[in-house]
């Protein structure tokens, strides 16, 4: 099958931890891997943010990177993007008009509507997966959201029309009927974690004799970070690691960097706390192995890995009770589901595990069961198959990207 991905400003090639790059880069960039395995055809179309890329990228995993031409050629912040996308569906439209793609898979809202004009005009089926929702980030941040004026508006639009809509977990779909999604045509398809990588077995980054309990994430105020702070007073004898943000001889400079810092140094736990800066994704394992909790605590979180990547290393893990969390992480089986912003439930949930050295080993051995039963990329890309053999007319069922998997890897209809 030949395979069209778009993702305008979350390039597979990106290097992780600045503003715009995270989750979404890694999606994709595991997901066209593993449907590349299965011997697809996979081409990913991203925006051009440097002059000096090429044109087309072929990776080792064995799928295509095309930088598209759609606007300066230099970062933009992806708030900035929409006015791009009618070059950028352009393009798309000259390039699938001489080589035709069997289906599109868009990823994020502004991808959508880049996609589904140069789809709709050769009509070929458009897979959308949002990634993450305006209607949800305005619920959370309200003012603070830097959001074009007519995402809202626009993103709705996208959600209805698609052929078909990847929801990353189960909130989410109730989200997308509430834009007028038809709930029939919504599939739950999760991001997934690199099994390989993210072992128990390996490596550990140094630490010293206190307890540690690392977080990980873009250095935004959305995730939470100040939460772990907060409840860090009542964690005693332990150093919270944050990851993130530019490099470690810069990361203080950040500003939300420096606005933790000074939150800490108010409440007494300054020098408790380290700011680890961006870790490169080879060395992540070793330092989540490190760690005796790992604490994802945002307001929001449309999905979250990290918690994903802790599990398979088998650490336990504590986690606000929102977003993809709700299904990745299991009460009392896999880790801890927190009230979001609650410090104290966090540090009454945390202080559990640090006292339980065998509660820590049980949790984290079932995280990285769960892991293992349901959120490999292989299993994922035959999740996702399913929905482009649903789509993609006359197409044969395509078989399961990992056999041992193959009696359940249906996606699932909600």
Known sequence: MKIAMVS???????????????????????????????????????????PDLPERVTTAEGYTVVHVPAGPARPL????????????????????????????????????????????????????????????????????????????????MVARTATWVAATCTDEVFELMRLGRSRTRISVVPCGVDLDLFTPDGPRAERGARYRVVSVGRFVPRKGFDVVVRALPAIADAELVLVGGPDRAEVEADPEARRLRELAERLGVGDRLVFQGAVARADMPALLRSADVVACTPWYEPFGIVPLEAMGCGVPVVAAAVGGMLDTVVHDVTGRLVTPKRPVEVAEAVNTLLHDAFLRQSLGAAGRDRARARYSWDRVAADTLRIYDRVVPGAHETAACDPTTSATTSASSV
């Open 8 to 50: 305008e400003h979350a390039s597979p090639l990106a290097t992780l931890g600045g503003v715009d790059a995270g989750g979404q880069n890694v999606h994709v960039a595991e997901l066209s891997a593993a449907l590349a395995r299965c011997d697809h055809e996979v081409t990913v179309y991203t925006r051009r943010d440097d």
């Open 77 to 156: 912040p992806k708030d900035e993007l929409l006015g791009h996308m009618g070059p950028f569906a352009q393009y798309l439209d000259e390039q699938w008009s001489s080589d035709r793609p069997d289906v599109t898979h868009a990823h994020f809202w502004m991808s959508g509507i880049a996609t589904q004009l140069a789809a709709r005009h050769l009509d070929l089926p458009a897979v959308q997966t949002f990634h993450a929702l305006g209607v949800v980030k305005r619920r959370h941040q309200g003012a603070l959201d830097t959001s074009p004026k007519d995402r809202l508006k626009l993103e709705a």
